[in-house]
């Protein structure tokens, strides 16, 4: 069933490597303290932690269980790992909040059916930056099966035509996050009006 809010819901997407996490940081910490924040949700991920994303650490028997009992209000499968979106997000919807996820674009069909007015952010790099920022991440090893497939991913979606709002997270990132953070603030409220 289709929902509105008083908020508005973003997907920021683009192939691993592109700087999404890091370009959202950067876009949040130049907002506007007299505007509603922007709220970013911490992810479920059935993956080990690691120091280059914050995400919480679940096993995939915990993740099942946690989507059983409604736990999320978005979830796909990627890269042999699952990923879940906590249903609080609506709460901070319905506030009025701008929230802005971090997901697959793989889910982007099926959650505007849920969520119409969801607008998708796309973050393109030329691949051969893609490539150096997958290395020097150090997530997995050049011969790790997963390191491959997200490098052939990125090569065949250079581009994604649906998106609401294209960045292109080339050169200084505070002047990418500038850019990012000029499309967010269109959308903004006043602290005042939204309470």
């Not at 890269?79 to 919807?93: A, C, F, R, S």
């Not at 969520?115 to 020097?136: A, G, H, M, N, Q």
């Not at 649906?162 to 850019?179: I, K, S, Y």
Request: net charge positive; glycine share 6%; charged share 35%.
């Amino acid at each position: 069933m289709p929902k509105t809010f008083k908020g508005n819901l973003f997907f920021i997407v683009g192939n691993s490597g592109s700087g999404k996490d890091s370009l959202l940081k950067e876009a949040m910490e130049q907002w506007p303290e007299d505007l509603e924040e922007i709220k970013v949700p911490r992810r479920y991920i059935t993956r080990p932690p690691h120091e280059t994303e914050p995400y919480h650490s679940v096993t995939e028997e915990k993740f099942k269980e946690m989507k059983t009992m409604g736990k999320f209000c978005l979830d796909w499968h990627i890269y042999d790992l699952y990923y879940g979106v906590p249903v609080e997000v609506e709460n901070w919807l319905e506030n009025g909040h701008l929230v802005v996820i971090n997901v697959s674009r793989s889910i982007i069909e099926e959650a505007k059916k849920k969520y119409p007015d969801l607008k998708i952010i796309f973050v393109k790099v030329p691949l051969e930056i893609t490539i150096e920022r997958i290395k020097s991440r150090g997530r997995e090893s050049e011969g790790d099966p997963e390191y491959k497939r997200r490098i052939d991913r990125a090569r065949k979606k250079q581009n994604l035509p649906e998106a609401d709002f294209v960045v292109e997270n080339v050169g200084p990132l505070e002047e990418n996050a500038q850019v990012l953070k000029k499309y967010l603030l269109k959308f903004a409220k006043n602290k005042e009006k939204t309470n």
